[in-house]
């Protein structure tokens, strides 16, 4: 099993939709948590940080469910310029063995068409 | 404020070859890390640089090594390159060597061998 799994999709939406994405992790002490964007064939962005009381950046929504193991990253009225690639990022509470390791999922596909 | 470069932008290598990647980190920040990603997968972590020393490694082969400089510059050295070694490596700058500073990525350089 992965550290970090993610829905690959692909999500195809129409603009204006709201799409949600989940991530689930297997470390129950990781400390930190990050949505990332790539574009196709470029580097990833950070998109933003989750904390444990969940934030807001526009239309963009992440939450963080440590019972659950889980963070999910929602977008509200979709744009053409969404499409991309989301990838999730799990940090661990720094130890010798794991100190600098961010562990990123494998990406979920986003698509918004017109 | 200079972001994080990296060089060179493709490379194509032979089998068994050595190829050193290079990497500036983005102004203010003291820490690099190095990840492959391969096609379709996320960022796989090998390992930080902080102050000069490593600071965590993933699980990757000793032929994969690295160095960082005063200037936090760093250096991704791989040798007797192998055909699995194709994907596009990815240098983050972050601050602090700590597991809460979100990463900033370079470009990336896209290694292909052969």
């Known amino acids: 099993r992965k550290e970090v799994e993610q829905d690959p999709g692909p999500f195809n939406v129409p603009e204006g939709a709201t799409v949600a994405f989940n991530c689930t992790y297997s470390?129950?002490?990781?400390?930190?948590f990050f949505w990332y964007r790539q574009d196709c064939r470029k580097e990833p962005k950070l998109l933003m940080s989750v904390y444990s009381s969940g934030n807001e950046d526009g239309r963009f929504t992440a939450q963080l469910n440590r019972a659950s193991q889980y963070i999910s990253l929602l977008i509200r009225d979709s744009k053409l310029s969404d499409s991309a690639t989301y990838l999730c990022?799990?940090?661990?509470?720094?130890?010798?063995?794991?100190?600098?390791?961010?562990?990123f999922g494998d990406g979920t596909t986003l698509t918004v068409k017109p | 404020e200079t972001g994080v470069t990296q060089s060179p932008t493709h490379l194509i290598k032979t089998r068994g070859q050595q190829v050193t990647l290079r990497c500036s980190s983005q102004s203010g920040h003291n820490t690099v890390s190095w990840y492959q990603q391969a096609l379709g997968q996320g960022p796989q972590f090998i390992f930080q640089y902080y102050r000069e020393e490593e600071n965590g490694r993933g699980n990757f082969p000793p032929r994969f090594s690295g160095l960082q400089f005063p200037n936090y510059s760093s250096e991704l050295n791989v040798n007797a390159l192998e055909l699995d070694d194709s994907a596009l490596y990815l240098c983050?700058?972050?601050?602090?060597?700590?597991?809460?500073?979100?990463?900033?990525f370079g470009n990336g350089t896209r290694l292909t061998v052969t």
């Open positions: 983050a700058s972050s601050l602090g060597g700590s597991n809460n500073s979100p990463l900033h």
């Open positions: 470390n129950s002490a990781s400390q930190s």
């Open positions: 990022v799990v940090n661990p509470s720094p130890t010798n063995t794991n100190a600098g390791k961010s562990t």
